[in-house]
């Protein structure tokens, strides 16, 4: 049978011979590039997707009686609390300070929300330097890779839109003074068409592919590299990295592998951990970890029935008081045995979206309303699966602000003053003095490169107590 007549064959067995349509019509290069990005596809594995998240419903949220509040460490109150974060710091630096860390920033997206041409790395966040997420990042690193004075590996997810466009920068920036950076490649998963589940085309000789969701982390760091050479998991095997902190790129405010969360990871003896916030509304877009039938479990905002999203406590506060903010711990040993067996992967939800694509006269359709399916993992996903774990309770205003749109929430505006007003609070630590509106934030910006300082207590030991601050300023 000729590669053609297979290929044929083969779509024709799971109904989606109408890849070929334009076949006739394409070049060689034409071909080849359709018949690779077919061959990719598990069609198997599609199958069941279509399935369970086209042609059904998907997984329901379970029943209310079943959900319950999670346990965690919360802020601390007492002296004893304070004391005892304090402790686990001591185990996190240890660890730091043995080679035992290393860090994972997930950076697939784009900046489309924010009107931005390029990763969304690169975008200019700091409220004085105008410095880059990415360059916010790679400061915190080397600053904690001096202090412990030991190198912190750092892997980065990119997607193959943006994969070249972050080489190229990082590049450009001489990755920012980082020892080691390893970039790695996000999978891709085929958009279906809603009503039918037929793959897209983006074009006569495309597939219409998308990322398949920050849950990929895993099976992408797990993947040979560039020419058969280790995964990132083997590299880190081999460097003696035994546990990951994972964050993405669009939060500015994350303490990157903080020492009291890494330590509270290792004394729990955990495989994952998560970094959540205390929910404000019922309807907050974030992640709710809670328990299910005992076990931990991430229902995701969308999918939280509105009474169970608003259930209280007598005294008012949410019951299902944890917001996940896609900052977690996990053991390298945990993702090995995740990607290892098949038994263990993660679920694919589904996303339904307005993709563009080739219709049957082979015009381009760019759908006002949403048309497709996407097929997404998330890496929460893994939390059922961990036979340890910890849930960890972090200040809003001090870890939380992401970038997600061009104004309003989640703007580069917000982002700006969340960002000043916690520097400025780092100032008055150190006894200086600086102006507050009514609302208690600053007029005006103030930044803190991390090499300068990458926390309070440092920040004192450089500053002399009484300076005036009553301008825009960056301390670097």
């Known amino acids: 049978m000729s590669p053609e007549a297979e290929l044929i064959g083969r779509l024709e067995r799971h109904g989606q011979g109408h890849l070929l349509r334009w076949w006739g019509e394409l070049d060689d290069a034409g071909r080849a590039r359709l018949a690779a990005e077919v061959a990719a596809i598990d069609l198997d594995q599609l199958d069941r997707l ?3 998240l086209v042609q059904a419903d998907g997984t329901p949220a379970p029943p209310d009686d079943r959900v319950r509040p999670i346990d965690g460490v919360r802020l601390p109150q007492t002296d004893g609390e304070r004391v005892a974060i304090r402790r686990a710091a001591g185990v996190g630096a240890d660890a730091i300070a043995a080679g035992e860390v290393g860090v994972i920033l997930v950076a697939g997206g784009s900046g489309t929300r924010l009107g931005f041409e390029g990763p969304k790395g690169t975008f200019p966040i700091g409220p004085v330097s105008s410095a880059t997420l990415f360059q916010i ?11 412990h004075r030991r190198t912190i590996p750092l892997s980065i997810m990119t997607s193959p839109e943006n994969h070249q466009a972050t080489v190229d920068f990082l590049q450009a920036n001489g990755r920012f003074g980082l020892d080691h950076v390893r970039l790695f490649v996000q999978g891709q998963m085929p958009a279906v068409d809603r009503a039918t589940g037929k793959v897209l085309l983006a074009s006569k000789d495309r597939v219409a592919l998308s990322p398949d969701g920050h849950g990929g982390t895993l099976v992408a760091l797990a993947a040979p590299g560039p020419g058969g050479t280790p995964s990132c998991l083997e590299e880190m095997r081999e460097m003696g990295v035994r546990t990951l902190f994972y964050f993405q790129v669009d939060n500015p405010m994350v303490q990157i592998a903080d020492p009291a969360f890494l330590g509270l990871h290792r004394e729990a003896a955990a495989e994952m951990s998560f970094k959540v916030i205390e929910r404000t509304s019922p309807g907050e877009k974030l992640g709710v970890v809670v328990r299910v039938d005992g076990r931990p479990q991430v229902i995701e905002y969308s999918d939280l029935p509105e009474q169970l999203a608003g259930r209280r406590e007598p005294e008012g506060r949410l019951e299902l008081w944890a917001g996940s903010i896609a900052v977690h711990i996990l053991e390298r040993t945990f993702i090995e045995r995740l990607t290892g067996d098949l038994d263990h992967r993660l679920p694919f939800h589904r996303a339904i979206k307005k993709v563009p694509y080739v219709d049957e006269s082979g015009k381009l359709v760019k759908p006002e309303e949403p048309n497709a399916v996407k097929f997404e993992q998330f890496i929460f996903d893994a939390l059922p699966m961990a036979e340890r774990w910890s849930v960890v309770e972090t200040d809003r205003a001090a870890e939380f602000e992401p970038l997600k749109n061009a104004v309003g929430p989640d703007s580069p505006a917000t982002v700006h003053q969340r960002m000043s007003d916690q520097f400025a609070s780092w100032l008055e ?31 004192k030991a450089k500053i002399e107590p009484g300076l005036v601050v009553d301008r825009a300023v960056y301390f670097r």
């Open 137 to 147: 990042h790679a400061e915190k690193i080397m600053a904690l890779s001096r202090r």
């Open 429 to 459: 630590q150190a006894g200086a003095r600086v102006p507050r509106r009514s609302d208690g934030s600053v007029p005006f910006g103030i930044e803190i490169s991390p090499l300068y300082a990458l926390d309070a207590a440092e920040l």
């Open 50 to 52: 279509v399935a369970e």
